[in-house]
């Protein structure tokens, strides 16, 4: 299983996950912000979807 965190505005994916981390622990290596839209990434707002592979 991977989990990928991908920006809302631009849809850039900002990171791959193999193993599950906090989602504060991935965003605060880019500053809470996307690298490529620089859009502030909330820890508290987000949305989860789940795809069968």
């Known amino acids: 299983m991977s989990v990928e965190i991908v ?3 631009c849809g ?4 791959t996950m ?3 981390k906090s989602v504060k ?6 500053n ?3 690298p490529s839209c620089n859009q502030t ?3 508290s707002e987000f949305s989860l979807d789940v795809e069968e592979k």
């Open 7 to 9: 920006c809302g505005k």
């Open 12 to 15: 850039e994916k900002i990171s």
């Open 18 to 20: 193999k193993m599950l």
């Open 25 to 30: 622990d991935v965003l605060k290596h880019y």
């Open 32 to 34: 809470n912000k996307c």
């Open 41 to 43: 990434l909330s820890t």
